[in-house]
Nanobody, 122 residues
Framework: QVQLAESGGGLVQAGGSLRLSCAAS????????MGWFRQAPGKEREFVAA?????????YYKDSVKGRFIISRDNAKNTVYLQMNSLKPEDTAVYYC??????????????WGQGTQVTVSS
């Protein structure tokens, strides 16, 4: 049974930082591309960042988080991370990690975590 478990969310002031983690089990982690998505109340789930499978040599980001967020993976720990810096109130959302074969759209991912809340106060 595949499980993805996010952690690291919380309440932070604007300009602060958080590091999200997503621990995976039940799958060959290194063979999957990993992504982070977010969903704010009343809005659709949107792409945030993705990293290629195997060595994670390539990363992809939503334009509004480029230069602020960094996605990385540790295949030895079956974990993907999202380092979020210079957080803004508009980054407030539930953040989900996902495992799949693609990058930008939810349909390209096979497995999802339950999500972790990130709230940025102004």
């Amino acid at each position: 049974q595949v499980q993805l478990a996010e952690s690291g969310g919380g309440l932070v002031q604007a300009g602060g930082s958080l590091r999200l983690s997503c621990a995976a089990s039940g799958l060959t982690f290194s063979s999957y591309a990993m992504g982070w998505f977010r969903q704010a109340p009343g809005k659709e789930r949107e792409f945030v960042a993705a990293i290629t499978r195997w060595s994670g040599s390539s990363t992809y980001y939503k334009d509004s988080v480029k230069g602020r967020f960094i996605i990385s993976r540790d295949n030895a720990k079956n974990t993907v991370y999202l380092q979020m810096n210079s957080l803004k109130p508009e980054d407030t959302a539930v953040y989900y990690c996902a495992a799949g074969m693609g990058y930008y759209t939810p349909a390209q991912y096979n497995y999802w975590g339950q999500g972790t809340q990130v709230t940025v106060s102004s």
